[in-house]
């Protein structure tokens, strides 16, 4: 059975900083390629990043850019996501995802998902 499970979210003032921690368990993980979503109160998922499982090459949204940062640890089946200098609009709840088939960037190419760690940015 394929388990995500997301943890370190939180309340974090403007400019501040968090990570987030992904545990997997049940898959291949070392051949996955792990996604990072969001969903903001009344809004559709979106797209945060990856990490390939081929390289571990990295990719972020544009909006992520510069203070995002995706990473993984094969060895201990977990992805990371570190948030540097947040805003209000970074807010919502956040979700590991498990690739499955089609486009990286796509929320409909991802067939595990954990039950999301909400991330709160204010002051």
């Known amino acids: 059975q394929v388990r995500l499970a997301e943890f370190g979210g939180g309340l974090v003032q403007p400019g501040g900083s968090l990570r987030l921690s992904c545990a997997a368990s049940g898959l291949n993980f070392s051949r996955k390629t792990m996604g990072w979503f969001r969903q903001a109160p009344g809004k559709e998922r979106e797209f945060v990043g990856f990490?390939?499982?081929?390289?571990?090459?990295?990719d972020l949204a544009d909006s992520e850019q510069g203070r995002f940062t995706v990473s993984r640890d094969n060895a201990k089946k977990m992805e990371y996501l570190q948030m540097n200098n947040l805003q209000p609009e970074d807010t919502g709840v956040y979700y590991c995802?498990?690739?499955?088939?089609?486009?990286?960037?796509?929320?409909?190419?991802?067939?595990?998902w954990g039950q999301g760690t909400q991330v709160t940015v204010s002051s």
């Open positions: 995802a498990g690739h499955y088939s089609g486009t990286y960037y796509n929320v409909a190419a991802y067939g595990f």
């Open positions: 990490s390939r499982w081929t390289d571990s090459t990295t």
